[in-house]
T-cell receptor, first 111, second 110 residues
Framework: RKEVEQDPGPFNVPEGATVAFNCTYS??????FFWYRQDCRKEPKLLMS???SGNEDGRFTAQLNRASQYISLLIRDSKLSDSATYLC????????????FGKGTKLSVKP | SQTIHQWPATLVQPVGSPLSLECTVE??????LYWYRQAAGRGLQLLFY??????ISSEVPQNLSASRPQDRQFILSSKKLLLSDSGFYLC?????????FGQGTRLTVV
């Protein structure tokens, strides 16, 4: 079982739609969780951290479910500019320098 | 503020030639440093990570090597490039789980 798994997509949605991605992780000792965004042919950039209580940043909401070992990202009122690949990242005190990246979920927002 | 520099942005190299990609970080000390490779349309593949000077961990067997001669310098090298080494190479540093990436080097081996 892979340590961090994401549905690769693509998720093709119309502008204004609400879309949600999940990411599952296998290590119950995982400590921190993040969502990154990667535009085509660019480096990944931090989108938001994910907390157990859930957190919101504008149209973006992130949730963590430790019992089921998954994190989620919800995007409301999708914009064309939201088109990108969204990577989840899990950290824990093990190997790989503590960072484990998912392979990403591709989102394409259509007009 | 912290910044990460990676160069060059693009590189075209013949098969069998050597490679040296350099990454430097400013504004922080003793960062965890990483080299990733991303093939076209694929996810990030961790190649090497370092938690300190001279400490290199390799995740994938290959003809690449890494070195960390200074606290904030991380170098990716190869003695002889293969066609399969083509890809997008990303350097990153992290602290507390937050990771920050350089702008990447797009390497094409021909």
């Amino acid at each position: 079982r892979k340590e961090v798994e994401q549905d690769p997509g693509p998720f093709n949605v119309p502008e204004g739609a609400t879309v949600a991605f999940n990411c599952t992780y296998s290590n119950s000792a995982s400590q921190s969780f993040f969502w990154y965004r990667q535009d085509c042919r660019k480096e990944p950039k931090l989108l938001m951290s994910v907390y157990s209580s859930g957190n919101e940043d504008g149209r973006f909401t992130a949730q963590l479910n430790r019992a089921s070992q998954y994190i989620s990202l919800l995007i409301r009122d999708s914009k064309l500019s939201d088109s990108a690949t969204y990577l989840c990242v899990v950290t824990y005190g093990g190997s790989q320098g503590n960072l484990i990246f998912g392979k990403g979920t591709k989102l394409s927002v259509k007009p | 503020s912290q910044t990460i520099h990676q160069w060059p942005a693009t590189l075209v190299q013949p098969v069998g030639s050597p490679l040296s990609l350099e990454c430097t970080v400013e504004g922080t000390s003793n960062p965890n440093l990483y080299w990733y490779r991303q093939a076209a349309g694929r996810g990030l593949q961790l190649l090497f990570y370092s938690v300190g000077i001279g400490q290199i961990s390799s995740e994938v067997p290959q003809n690449l090597s890494a070195s960390r001669p200074q606290d904030r310098q991380f170098i990716l090298s190869s003695k002889k490039l293969l066609l399969s080494d083509s890809g997008f190479y990303l350097c990153a540093w992290s602290r507390g789980g937050f990771a920050f990436f350089g702008q990447g080097t797009r390497l094409t081996v021909v």
